[in-house]
Protein backbone atom coordinates (compact mmCIF):
# COMPACT_ATOMS: atom_id res chain seq x y z
CA UNK A 1 0.00 0.00 0.00
CA UNK A 2 1.23 3.56 -1.17
CA UNK A 3 1.41 6.43 1.33
CA UNK A 4 -1.09 7.79 -0.42
CA UNK A 5 -4.52 6.10 0.80
CA UNK A 6 -6.90 5.96 -2.12
CA UNK A 7 -10.51 6.16 -1.58
CA UNK A 8 -13.41 6.16 -2.66
CA UNK A 9 -17.01 7.52 -1.63
CA UNK A 10 -20.16 5.07 -1.55
CA UNK A 11 -23.44 7.41 -1.79
CA UNK A 12 -22.51 11.31 -2.34
CA UNK A 13 -25.88 12.98 -0.41
CA UNK A 14 -25.03 15.61 2.49
CA UNK A 15 -22.09 13.11 3.96
CA UNK A 16 -20.61 12.09 1.73
CA UNK A 17 -20.25 15.13 0.13
CA UNK A 18 -19.59 17.17 3.33
CA UNK A 19 -16.68 14.49 3.60
CA UNK A 20 -14.95 15.45 0.40
CA UNK A 21 -15.25 19.00 1.41
CA UNK A 22 -13.40 18.65 4.96
CA UNK A 23 -10.84 16.47 3.27
CA UNK A 24 -10.03 19.35 0.83
CA UNK A 25 -10.86 22.18 3.78
CA UNK A 26 -8.50 20.19 5.69
CA UNK A 27 -5.59 19.99 2.80
CA UNK A 28 -5.25 16.33 3.64
CA UNK A 29 -5.07 15.22 -0.47
CA UNK A 30 -2.10 14.76 -0.05
CA UNK A 31 -2.65 11.63 2.06
CA UNK A 32 -6.07 11.03 0.94
CA UNK A 33 -6.22 10.71 -2.28
CA UNK A 34 -10.78 10.27 -3.54
CA UNK A 35 -9.66 8.51 -6.56
CA UNK A 36 -13.71 7.28 -7.01
CA UNK A 37 -17.67 8.19 -6.16
CA UNK A 38 -20.03 5.69 -6.69
CA UNK A 39 -23.84 7.71 -6.99
CA UNK A 40 -26.71 6.81 -8.88
CA UNK A 41 -28.35 10.79 -9.44
CA UNK A 42 -26.67 12.47 -12.24
CA UNK A 43 -22.85 13.93 -12.88
CA UNK A 44 -24.66 17.57 -13.39
CA UNK A 45 -26.43 17.33 -10.22
CA UNK A 46 -23.23 16.04 -8.16
CA UNK A 47 -21.18 18.86 -9.63
CA UNK A 48 -23.67 21.49 -8.98
CA UNK A 49 -24.04 20.41 -5.19
CA UNK A 50 -20.23 19.71 -4.22
CA UNK A 51 -20.08 23.80 -5.78
CA UNK A 52 -23.29 25.44 -4.22
CA UNK A 53 -24.40 24.33 -0.86
CA UNK A 54 -27.44 26.11 1.34
CA UNK A 55 -26.10 25.01 4.33
CA UNK A 56 -22.29 25.32 4.06
CA UNK A 57 -21.92 27.66 1.54
CA UNK A 58 -19.78 27.90 -1.64
CA UNK A 59 -16.71 25.71 -1.88
CA UNK A 60 -13.65 26.99 -1.27
CA UNK A 61 -11.95 26.02 -4.60
CA UNK A 62 -13.00 24.78 -7.98
CA UNK A 63 -15.63 21.73 -9.04
CA UNK A 64 -15.87 20.91 -13.01
CA UNK A 65 -17.09 18.26 -15.26
CA UNK A 66 -13.67 16.39 -15.96
CA UNK A 67 -12.78 13.65 -18.78
CA UNK A 68 -13.27 11.00 -15.77
CA UNK A 69 -16.23 12.27 -13.89
CA UNK A 70 -15.85 15.09 -11.05
CA UNK A 71 -12.91 17.50 -11.28
CA UNK A 72 -11.93 18.69 -7.77
CA UNK A 73 -9.16 21.45 -7.63
CA UNK A 74 -7.47 19.95 -10.63
CA UNK A 75 -7.87 16.61 -9.57
CA UNK A 76 -9.88 13.85 -11.35
CA UNK A 77 -12.33 11.60 -9.91
CA UNK A 78 -14.28 9.02 -11.59
CA UNK A 79 -17.90 8.91 -10.98
CA UNK A 80 -19.32 5.21 -11.53
CA UNK A 81 -23.72 5.68 -11.07
CA UNK A 82 -24.24 2.07 -10.02
CA UNK A 83 -27.17 0.52 -7.01
CA UNK A 84 -25.09 -2.17 -5.92
CA UNK A 85 -22.24 -2.96 -5.14
CA UNK A 86 -21.23 -5.62 -6.80
CA UNK A 87 -21.65 -3.46 -10.52
CA UNK A 88 -18.95 -1.19 -9.39
CA UNK A 89 -15.29 -2.21 -10.54
CA UNK A 90 -13.18 -1.37 -7.14
CA UNK A 91 -10.09 -3.13 -8.13
CA UNK A 92 -9.99 -1.31 -11.61
CA UNK A 93 -9.30 2.16 -9.59
CA UNK A 94 -7.22 0.28 -7.00
CA UNK A 95 -9.23 1.78 -3.90
CA UNK A 96 -7.61 1.18 -0.48
CA UNK A 97 -10.66 1.84 1.31
CA UNK A 98 -14.65 2.85 0.64
CA UNK A 99 -16.10 5.08 3.02
CA UNK A 100 -19.89 4.22 2.96
CA UNK A 101 -22.13 6.82 3.20
CA UNK A 102 -24.97 5.80 1.34
CA UNK A 103 -26.95 4.34 4.62
CA UNK A 104 -28.33 1.26 3.28
CA UNK A 105 -25.77 -1.17 4.38
CA UNK A 106 -26.59 -2.42 7.79
CA UNK A 107 -25.90 -6.15 7.85
CA UNK A 108 -22.53 -7.65 8.19
CA UNK A 109 -23.92 -9.76 5.02
CA UNK A 110 -24.52 -6.53 3.00
CA UNK A 111 -21.75 -5.14 3.88
CA UNK A 112 -19.47 -7.96 2.75
CA UNK A 113 -20.56 -7.71 -0.44
CA UNK A 114 -18.37 -4.83 -0.60
CA UNK A 115 -15.70 -6.58 0.73
CA UNK A 116 -16.56 -9.51 -2.36
CA UNK A 117 -16.85 -7.29 -4.77
CA UNK A 118 -13.16 -5.98 -4.27
CA UNK A 119 -13.41 -3.45 -1.53
CA UNK A 120 -10.64 -4.04 0.86
CA UNK A 121 -12.35 -2.22 3.78
CA UNK A 122 -15.47 -0.26 4.92
CA UNK A 123 -15.34 2.69 6.70
CA UNK A 124 -19.39 3.51 7.31
CA UNK A 125 -21.13 6.85 8.20
CA UNK A 126 -23.39 4.97 10.05
CA UNK A 127 -24.33 2.75 12.82
CA UNK A 128 -24.54 -0.72 11.58
CA UNK A 129 -27.50 -2.45 12.36
CA UNK A 130 -25.63 -4.66 15.94
CA UNK A 131 -22.11 -4.47 17.14
CA UNK A 132 -21.28 -8.06 15.47
CA UNK A 133 -22.20 -6.92 11.72
CA UNK A 134 -18.94 -4.73 12.12
CA UNK A 135 -15.59 -5.30 13.49
CA UNK A 136 -15.51 -1.84 15.71
CA UNK A 137 -17.47 0.67 16.10
CA UNK A 138 -15.62 4.30 16.64
CA UNK A 139 -16.21 7.27 18.49
CA UNK A 140 -13.15 8.91 18.10
CA UNK A 141 -11.51 10.23 20.81
CA UNK A 142 -13.33 7.60 23.13
CA UNK A 143 -12.09 4.24 21.75
CA UNK A 144 -10.81 4.93 18.66
CA UNK A 145 -7.06 3.42 19.30
CA UNK A 146 -9.06 -0.23 19.27
CA UNK A 147 -8.37 0.45 15.78
CA UNK A 148 -5.26 -1.82 14.92
CA UNK A 149 -5.17 -2.17 11.15
CA UNK A 150 -6.57 -5.75 10.19
CA UNK A 151 -10.57 -4.92 10.31
CA UNK A 152 -12.41 -4.34 7.61
CA UNK A 153 -15.66 -3.41 8.51
CA UNK A 154 -15.37 -0.29 10.59
CA UNK A 155 -18.46 1.85 11.49
CA UNK A 156 -18.02 5.37 12.77
CA UNK A 157 -21.59 5.63 14.95
CA UNK A 158 -23.67 8.61 14.44
CA UNK A 159 -23.50 11.85 14.97
CA UNK A 160 -25.40 12.00 18.11
CA UNK A 161 -23.53 9.16 19.49
CA UNK A 162 -20.12 11.29 18.82
CA UNK A 163 -21.73 13.88 20.23
CA UNK A 164 -22.68 12.72 23.55
CA UNK A 165 -20.66 9.47 24.48
CA UNK A 166 -17.38 11.77 25.83
CA UNK A 167 -20.11 13.65 27.87
CA UNK A 168 -21.91 10.35 29.21
CA UNK A 169 -18.31 8.67 29.74
CA UNK A 170 -16.74 11.57 32.10
CA UNK A 171 -20.04 12.11 33.93
CA UNK A 172 -19.52 8.09 35.05
CA UNK A 173 -15.55 8.39 35.54
CA UNK A 174 -16.24 11.12 37.67
CA UNK A 175 -19.68 11.38 39.20
CA UNK A 176 -21.80 7.79 38.30
CA UNK A 177 -25.00 7.76 36.57
CA UNK A 178 -27.84 5.60 37.72
CA UNK A 179 -30.20 6.86 35.29
CA UNK A 180 -29.69 9.09 32.11
CA UNK A 181 -32.48 10.30 29.76
CA UNK A 182 -31.26 11.86 26.14
CA UNK A 183 -33.86 14.09 24.10
CA UNK A 184 -32.41 14.89 20.75
CA UNK A 185 -33.57 18.03 19.16
CA UNK A 186 -32.27 17.19 15.50
CA UNK A 187 -32.21 19.02 12.37
CA UNK A 188 -34.23 17.84 9.53
CA UNK A 189 -33.34 14.93 6.97
CA UNK A 190 -33.96 13.82 3.91
CA UNK A 191 -36.44 11.16 4.90
CA UNK A 192 -38.89 13.76 5.57
CA UNK A 193 -40.89 15.16 2.98
CA UNK A 194 -41.28 19.53 2.07
CA UNK A 195 -45.11 19.03 1.98
CA UNK A 196 -47.53 16.20 3.26
CA UNK A 197 -47.15 12.96 1.21
CA UNK A 198 -47.10 9.39 1.25
CA UNK A 199 -43.65 8.32 1.10
CA UNK A 200 -42.37 6.76 4.73
CA UNK A 201 -44.08 3.79 7.11
CA UNK A 202 -43.42 6.16 10.51
CA UNK A 203 -46.88 8.20 9.41
CA UNK A 204 -44.94 11.20 11.70
CA UNK A 205 -42.84 11.15 9.09
CA UNK A 206 -45.29 11.78 6.28
CA UNK A 207 -45.78 15.05 7.60
CA UNK A 208 -44.06 18.88 6.35
CA UNK A 209 -40.76 18.92 7.97
CA UNK A 210 -40.23 22.46 7.56
CA UNK A 211 -44.11 23.19 9.50
CA UNK A 212 -43.67 20.73 12.47
CA UNK A 213 -41.78 19.70 15.08
CA UNK A 214 -41.77 15.89 14.73
CA UNK A 215 -41.14 13.02 16.97
CA UNK A 216 -39.29 10.46 15.43
CA UNK A 217 -37.35 6.92 16.76
CA UNK A 218 -34.07 6.41 17.64
CA UNK A 219 -31.29 4.17 18.42
CA UNK A 220 -28.94 6.29 20.54
CA UNK A 221 -29.73 4.39 23.59
CA UNK A 222 -28.31 1.17 21.78
CA UNK A 223 -25.45 3.02 20.26
CA UNK A 224 -24.53 4.39 23.72
CA UNK A 225 -24.52 1.60 25.15
CA UNK A 226 -22.13 -0.14 22.33
CA UNK A 227 -19.35 2.41 23.04
CA UNK A 228 -20.03 2.42 26.51
CA UNK A 229 -21.26 -0.64 28.22
CA UNK A 230 -21.23 -0.35 31.62
CA UNK A 231 -24.23 1.78 31.38
CA UNK A 232 -26.19 -1.34 29.86
CA UNK A 233 -29.90 -0.44 30.85
CA UNK A 234 -29.33 2.63 32.48
CA UNK A 235 -29.91 4.77 29.50
CA UNK A 236 -33.05 6.45 27.55
CA UNK A 237 -33.31 8.26 24.60
CA UNK A 238 -36.39 10.08 22.13
CA UNK A 239 -35.64 12.04 19.02
CA UNK A 240 -37.23 15.48 17.63
CA UNK A 241 -37.26 16.96 14.53
CA UNK A 242 -37.03 20.36 14.42
CA UNK A 243 -37.68 22.74 11.44
CA UNK A 244 -33.72 23.66 10.63
CA UNK A 245 -31.94 22.53 7.95
CA UNK A 246 -28.48 21.64 9.97
CA UNK A 247 -27.38 21.69 13.74
CA UNK A 248 -28.38 19.74 16.41
CA UNK A 249 -28.90 19.44 20.27
CA UNK A 250 -29.09 16.80 22.94
CA UNK A 251 -30.93 17.73 26.04
CA UNK A 252 -29.35 15.03 28.89
CA UNK A 253 -30.63 14.62 32.20
CA UNK A 254 -28.75 12.31 34.36
CA UNK A 255 -28.81 11.02 37.48
CA UNK A 256 -25.86 11.22 39.85
CA UNK A 257 -24.36 8.65 41.90
CA UNK A 258 -22.40 11.49 43.98
CA UNK A 259 -23.53 14.71 44.15
CA UNK A 260 -22.11 17.68 42.88
CA UNK A 261 -22.96 21.47 41.85
CA UNK A 262 -23.22 23.57 38.82
CA UNK A 263 -19.81 25.47 38.85
CA UNK A 264 -17.98 21.56 39.50
CA UNK A 265 -19.22 20.27 36.46
CA UNK A 266 -18.70 23.53 34.16
CA UNK A 267 -15.59 23.71 35.07
CA UNK A 268 -14.80 20.21 34.76
CA UNK A 269 -16.12 20.57 31.29
CA UNK A 270 -14.44 23.14 30.27
CA UNK A 271 -10.87 21.50 31.53
CA UNK A 272 -11.89 18.28 29.63
CA UNK A 273 -12.49 20.08 26.91
CA UNK A 274 -8.89 21.78 26.55
CA UNK A 275 -7.64 18.00 26.71
CA UNK A 276 -9.60 17.19 23.28
CA UNK A 277 -9.37 20.00 21.40
CA UNK A 278 -10.83 20.60 18.39
CA UNK A 279 -13.56 17.46 19.57
CA UNK A 280 -15.29 18.44 22.65
CA UNK A 281 -15.74 22.49 22.79
CA UNK A 282 -17.35 24.32 25.35
CA UNK A 283 -19.18 28.05 25.26
CA UNK A 284 -21.47 30.32 28.14
CA UNK A 285 -22.25 32.91 25.33
CA UNK A 286 -26.18 33.49 24.47
CA UNK A 287 -25.61 31.48 21.47
CA UNK A 288 -28.42 29.82 18.97
CA UNK A 289 -28.15 26.99 16.85
CA UNK A 290 -27.04 28.70 13.79
CA UNK A 291 -24.02 30.13 15.60
CA UNK A 292 -22.56 26.47 15.87
CA UNK A 293 -23.05 26.12 11.68
CA UNK A 294 -20.21 24.67 9.89
CA UNK A 295 -18.28 23.89 13.41
CA UNK A 296 -16.13 21.21 13.58
CA UNK A 297 -16.60 19.72 16.79
CA UNK A 298 -18.59 16.44 18.17
CA UNK A 299 -19.85 18.34 20.93
CA UNK A 300 -20.04 21.84 22.40
CA UNK A 301 -21.32 22.32 26.15
CA UNK A 302 -23.36 25.10 26.58
CA UNK A 303 -22.52 25.79 30.28
CA UNK A 304 -24.84 28.87 30.58
CA UNK A 305 -27.21 25.86 30.49
CA UNK A 306 -26.38 23.44 33.22
CA UNK A 307 -28.52 22.73 35.51
CA UNK A 308 -29.09 20.85 39.29
CA UNK A 309 -31.81 19.59 41.48
CA UNK A 310 -30.85 18.22 44.60
CA UNK A 311 -27.55 17.92 44.41
CA UNK A 312 -28.02 14.56 41.88
CA UNK A 313 -30.26 15.12 39.22
CA UNK A 314 -28.14 17.45 36.43
CA UNK A 315 -29.09 18.54 33.26
CA UNK A 316 -26.44 19.10 30.32
CA UNK A 317 -27.21 20.70 27.23
CA UNK A 318 -24.70 19.69 24.04
CA UNK A 319 -24.56 21.39 20.86
CA UNK A 320 -23.14 19.83 17.15
CA UNK A 321 -23.28 20.40 13.68
CA UNK A 322 -24.62 17.11 12.90
CA UNK A 323 -23.56 17.15 9.54
CA UNK A 324 -19.82 18.98 9.62
CA UNK A 325 -19.03 17.78 13.23
CA UNK A 326 -19.65 13.74 11.94
CA UNK A 327 -17.80 14.48 8.76
CA UNK A 328 -14.61 15.98 10.19
CA UNK A 329 -14.66 12.46 12.76
CA UNK A 330 -14.90 10.63 9.89
CA UNK A 331 -11.66 11.82 8.96
CA UNK A 332 -10.22 11.39 11.90
CA UNK A 333 -11.08 8.02 12.15
CA UNK A 334 -9.45 7.33 8.69
CA UNK A 335 -6.56 9.54 9.80
CA UNK A 336 -5.79 7.00 12.88
CA UNK A 337 -6.74 3.87 10.80
CA UNK A 338 -4.12 4.72 7.99
CA UNK A 339 -1.54 5.21 10.41
CA UNK A 340 -2.12 1.70 11.91
CA UNK A 341 -2.38 0.60 8.03
CA UNK A 342 0.95 1.55 7.95
CA UNK A 343 2.29 0.50 10.95
CA UNK A 344 -0.19 -2.43 12.39
CA UNK A 345 0.29 -4.04 15.78
Known amino acids: MSQVLRIAINGYGRI ?8 YESRLESIFQIVLINEPSDLDSMVY ?13 QVDVGPLGLRVNGTDIAV ?47 PANSATDVD ?4 YGVNHKQLQGPEQLVSNASCTTNAIVPVLQQLDQHWGIEHAFLTTLHSVMNDQPLIDGYHHTDLR ?27 GGKVQAKAIRVPTLNVSAI ?27 GLIDC ?38 DNEWGFANRLLDT ?5 KRLQNPG
Open 16 to 23: GRSFLRAL
Open 205 to 231: RTRSAMQSIVPVSTGLAKGVERLLPEL
Open 283 to 320: SNHPHASIDFNHNRHSAIIDTSQTRLNGGRFANLFVWF
Open 49 to 61: LSRYDSTHGIFPG
Open 80 to 126: THERQPESVDWRAHDVDLVVECSGQYGTRGDLMRFIHAGCPRLLLSH
Open 334 to 338: LQWWA
Open 251 to 277: DLMVTLQSATDVAALNRHFELFSSTLP
Open 136 to 139: CTVV
